[in-house]
């Protein structure tokens, strides 16, 4: 059976009382279509049509390629909606599941069920519902004496016997392609003024047509976003469901409940993640890490065995065994080598620190290239912006940078060279030299250290 799905996508969500589409709300980190668009792929290969109205343009450009999206010049209703994807789809498929793009917690395993039971059912269409008698502004399902679906009321136009109905409609549907587009023109205009893609089950009952029904066990799944409360529940869910996978996976979550992990994260086992920490975007985490507390890892790479503690890291490299904070702060471009430690309060932006460097504190490193077990003392400045450009520091292998040494970029210090405290460097430092003073000088060659002294 080729299927198809239509993603509704149309709405204004005054309730949310924002000028931002309401599709384009962040839940954990991604706007609400993006969870729409990612089941439509898992559950077909075919591209979905997504209907467009409010802010169309804005949600155009979020969906780019992976939808074709169709534009809704007019709110009239759900199944008006459903309309303007006709003319994409006549004739191109067997069935269209139709779904709401505002509901992120669906699952594609339920959407794969509900195509499922439409291909075995003879009737024109198969409809999503839970037993959820607490979401009382969902239509109600009414069934009769055979227990077989007869209708969905809207809970406004509901009487109180059938409010009390606990079996609600989720808003997920499978139809028969042929059936659904000669049906649409064929439904009544509601008392609001709008067509809704729920009398389709009256008028195919009333022909005869067998509704089935599929019932979700994770009422969870039903989850509209609507306002900023449910948005923030969604929130919560999502997050439960998300951590109960990594748990499971093998990584220790403290405080679950105090854990934000995007879904775009990945990480591997004996990772142990502490209370306050957020994992974002296309961010990786190493085995047998220790991340947190209080600790922000945006679009960045950890490698294995390391502890970052009550720090930033954005846009950053960092390789195995390396020791971060509290409280550092790595910015967009900074690459940390294996075995790398970097102190309280320091920050790298656009630099690398090769394996074994020490960053002790107090520092800020831009726009550099660092080599090989070079020490960074308390204060170390790369004063790398002109003021017009940024300009680039190289520290060769095994130098010491003394404390509160001043790097005014472009500038070289040599391999095994060393700054007294408090330098202010302007010129090149030759390897194996001491360098001390305002503007700082060279005083006197150092002796080059052999591997026998080290062993020493």
Known sequence: ???????????????????????????????????????????????????????????RTAVGDRGRCVLQAEQLGTAHAVQQAEAELRGQC?????????MPLLRANTLRALAQAQAFNSGPLTLASVNAPHLTDFGRIVRDASDEVQAVVEAAQ????????AEVNVGAYCFNADWLWATLPQLPLSPKGEYYLTDAVALATAAGGRVAAVRLEDAAEALGVNTRAQLAEAEARLRERINTR????????VD?????????????????????????????????????????????AIGSRCRIECSVLEGAQVA??????????????ARLGRGVHMGNFGEVKDSVLGPGTKMGHFSYIGNATIGEDVNIGAGTITCNYDGVKKNPTVIEDGAFIGS???????????????????????????????????PARVIRKLEKKTAGDAAA
Request: net charge negative; glycine share 10%; hydrophobic share 45%.
């Open 1 to 59: 059976m080729r299927l198809a799905v239509v993603i509704l996508a149309a709405g204004q969500g005054t309730r949310l009382k924002s000028d931002l589409p309401k599709v384009l709300h962040r839940l954990a980190g991604r706007p609400l279509i993006d969870y729409a668009l990612d089941v439509a792929r898992a559950v077909t290969p075919e591209t979905p049509v997504v209907v467009v109205g409010h802010g169309a343009e804005a949600v």
């Open 94 to 102: 067997e069935a269209v599941l139709v779904m709401y793009a505002d």
């Open 158 to 165: 509901a009487t109180p016997e059938e409010r009390a109905i």
């Open 246 to 253: 990594w748990m499971a996976a093998g990584v220790t979550l």
């Open 256 to 300: 679950p409940a105090t854990t934000y992990i995007e879904p775009t994260v990945q990480i591997e086992p004996d990772t142990c993640i502490w209370p306050n920490t957020h994992l974002q975007g296309n961010t990786t985490v190493g085995g047998g890490c220790v991340l947190g507390p209080n600790t922000i890892v945006r679009d960045s």
């Open 320 to 333: 195995e065994e390396v020791t971060i904070g509290p409280f550092a702060h790595l910015r967009p471009g």
């Open 404 to 438: 509160d040494t001043m790097l005014v970029a472009p500038v070289t210090v040599g391999s095994g060279a060393k700054t007294g405290a408090g330098a202010v460097v302007i010129d090149d430092i030759p390897e194996q030299s001491l360098a001390v003073g305002v």
